[in-house]
């Protein structure tokens, strides 16, 4: 069934340029979407785009955000219409350096969705997108953590993105130079990106005796 | 002279949350602009919110940003009117673990700029336009590269955005847990997230007696 390993294409997920890099492939899509926790979250306000960077988390095919209920965007999610949103992942991979300024490149994987943002009102879905959100960048860490009390769950407004028009865009290898300036004098290849986590450093008030949890030491 | 030390607030530039880790400072957002080269890049196409990233560089009060002249977005801006857009550059420094979910965090630095594109046609500001984003990325590489000819000229659109409406927001530092949470047994502080490089590769085709040049051996 080929509707549930792929999104369905639409106008707004097949791209004008370089479609050999799209893909609608959920796997392909989850895989991008979890290795990362910042989003940029579009919106259009009084007519203009708006592009803010937030957290997010997964929860099999829904995306969820959370900010304050005093946020004007929030606050236009939670209308019936819902709120517009473009909600775009990137990793940057590499800085591909070809012979030609014009083949210079990154390696990339990117995920766009489109769709229509709702604020989660019912209490069993907002506590386990509040949970998401802290295992989606600390995987263990919502067992570990007071959770949020009534005040703040009062504070916080939980989005809900439904991961329908969706696509992957990825960019691997080296450069593509064209075959007359294979001969210029100018190294090229792929300078890698690389991404990791430094040494954990305790709060100034922790008590000495709390050791590093586990799903730190091991990152 | 205040006007040339800080960006001019306006209401879309002062944030309705955590008000202070808001920045107007010229020296903070130009650091933030400096230190990355990938953007997210907002505009509204059919009335809906669309974020792709895309490479940018800073020249004085100035961001550039290319494409193909056949990208429907950067169609929009070659009109007289140009294309409202905002450009917003994240960097991601560290994790915060407090006590409590609802006081986790991130350590970031963002710099948000909403403005209108509009397409650079003077042959002279194209140029360096398209120099400026090879040597943002890679300091000293357009010299070292073969620059753009006419047919590769006119298939690149340049993208123009002035730092006028501007604004950048960092968080730093630890957890801010409240008062009766900090008997808790939960481990808390912050997890640094590190960016790098690895050791370039070079391209398959590449002549072996063409070292790595040092503008990329010494990063």
């Known amino acids: 069934m080929a509707s549930t390993i792929s999104y369905q294409r639409t106008d707004r997920t097949v791209p004008t340029r370089s479609p050999e890099r799209a893909s609608w492939d959920r796997e392909t899509v ?3 979407l979890d290795e990362g926790y910042v989003c940029h979250l ?3 306000r009084d007519g203009a785009p708006v592009v803010l960077p937030t957290l997010y988390a997964r929860v099999g095919e829904r995306l969820y955000a959370h ?3 005093g946020s004007p965007a929030l606050r236009g999610a939670r209308q019936d219409e819902g709120l517009p949103v473009c909600l775009t992942v990137t990793h940057v991979d590499g800085i591909v350096l070809a012979r030609s300024a014009f083949h210079h490149s990154i390696n990339y994987r990117s995920v766009v969705v489109h769709g229509t943002a709702r604020q989660v009102t ?3 879905e907002r506590a386990e997108a509040l949970d998401a959100l802290v295992n989606h960048i600390v995987p263990g860490r919502a067992d570990d953590s007071r959770r949020a009390n009534a005040k703040e769950l009062a504070a916080t407004a939980v989005l809900r993105l439904d991961l329908a028009e969706v696509s992957a865009k990825v960019r691997t290898g ?3 130079d064209d075959p007359e300036d294979l001969e210029l004098p100018h190294w090229s290849g792929v300078l890698p990106v690389t991404r990791g986590y430094g040494a954990p450093i305790p709060a100034e008030d922790l008590d000495p005796s709390i050791p ?3 799903y730190l030491a091991t990152r």
Chains 1, 2 share one sequence.
């Open 212 to 214: 590093v949890p586990g």
């Open 67 to 69: 900010g304050s209920t």
């Open 122 to 124: 019912d209490p069993a």
């Open 174 to 176: 080296g450069p593509n």
């Open 30 to 32: 989850h895989a991008i």
């Open 42 to 44: 579009g919106f259009v």
